[in-house]
């Protein structure tokens, strides 16, 4: 009773608590992150250093007015920032934040759950993602958030193929969709697996970039064309779903990425026995600081790139990254065949 | 017990949501009907502890395929009024007369198909088959059913290059 409901339960309350505290403070960082880059000082005023200004944001959107356009879709405008939250939050159901803990004379696994096909899990899930953004711009009865959301889907939908692409031959590599024996593998092989598949590691990045909407990809959000997105015309709340259900993402990415390439849970090196002092730090914390390495990444490229160019984004994602990724697929499946 | 009321409640939705997506008036609405629709039969593929193509269900078919459906839909006007679309040479008989040759195979199926002994989901569960879904279906695929999986890889290309020929004439 307690091991098949009890623990997961608990498990899943606490990583959705700490998904959703990370998402609001993400939204901080990235804005002194901007800050210090700009030589500004960001947000100062609530609490110190301004760390509690994410709770003062949290208010005041809660507390704006809630419109739905006139003759707008109802039901489907409602449903559309939850259906892009949802999707991003579910997706931690399969990272695995660490091996096992021994805690209150039992052994937990520090994942909610290990199925044989998770990766193709999280792929899914992410796919479901794309409607909340064209039902949210086509719901608005808009013209821009229309265009916005015809922008955002097509540029999804391109670069899905790119990183699915990339994916299969990190799948080859590890030989297994289970993210636990991902990590382990690259345990047994005693190398992270960015070194063994640089270049998928390079297209996936470059793919998380376009699939959160970020810089220099943020085509959805492009306001000087569009007067905002897909979401223009949402308010308050609803509008703080988008605005936090993208911050999710690129942590869901950052998750992603770090379990596929950064070895996970796993200390750098795990070959190399000098090295073994390293693992004093819990595997926990080798995950976050890798994940939170990745976000900073995130924000860094956001304050230095500039957006790209529509056309110039479709031959990048159609011309470049997918020939690249299945050239990659090939090069993997030879060299698995030769060695 | 609890795989027999999933398995009742999760054939419900899915029969409800079918008939949704050919009742509702409103054609996106329609289309998102056929996304839940999608979405309950992937979760019936897990009852079967057939994870692969759960998975495989969503990506596709309701991440894929029915998002393309959504942009022609929305990007088309289909606000026309109800008497466009009853087009006077409509033939209600061979509707009956279809749904009445579907129906008679479906009786067929049950009383001479013989599906053999239904499979105890519990030692499902903990077989093989779960446990190594990917690689079962990869080995199937690739060995009995080699030549059916390249025949249809051979279809998707050449309607791939008919699409770009009929899009781009002069290419």
Known sequence: MIDTYFIPLVKILFVLNATLIAVTYMVLLERKVIAWVQVRLGPMRVGPYGILQPIADAVKLILKEDITPARADKWVFTAAPILVMVPALITFAVIPFGPSVHLFGRDIPLYITDVNVGLLYIVSVASIGVYGIILGGWAS???????????????????????????????MTAGSLS?????????????WFIFVQPVAFVLFFIGG????????????EAEQELTGGFHTEYSGMRFALFFLAEYANMIVVSAVATTLFLGGWLAPFPNVAWLNVLELIPSWMWFLMKTFAFLYVFLWVRATLPRYRYDQLMRLGWKVLIPIAIANVVVTGIVKVLF | MGNAIAFYVISALILGFAMLVVTTKNTVHAVLFLV????AVAALYVLLT??????????????????LYLFVVMLV????????????????????????????????????????????????????????????IGMLLYTDYFIPFEVASMLLLVAMVGAIILAKREL
Do not use: C
């Open chain 1, 141 to 171: 009865n808009s013209k821009f958030p229309l265009l916005a959301s015809l922008r955002a889907s097509a540029q999804l939908i391109s670069y899905e193929v790119a990183v699915t692409m990339t994916l299969v031959s990190l799948i």
């Open chain 2, 36 to 39: 839940l629709n999608f979405l």
């Open chain 2, 77 to 136: 006007n289909l606000k026309r009024p109800p008497e466009d679309h009853s087009a006077p040479q409509r033939r209600p008989w061979l509707g009956f007369a279809l749904a009445g040759v579907v129906l008679a195979q479906l009786g067929a199926i049950l009383v001479w198909g013989g599906a053999g002994d239904p499979v105890d989901p519990h030692t499902m569960q903990n077989s093989d088959l779960a446990l190594n879904n990917v690689e079962r």
């Open chain 2, 50 to 67: 057939a994870q692969f193509l759960a998975a495989i269900q969503v990506l596709v078919y309701a991440g894929g395929i029915v998002v």
């Open chain 1, 179 to 191: 993210m636990v024996k991902i990590v382990e593998s690259q345990f047994n092989a005693g190398l």
């Open chain 1, 209 to 220: 970039l376009a699939e959160t909407n970020r810089a220099p990809f943020d085509m959805a």
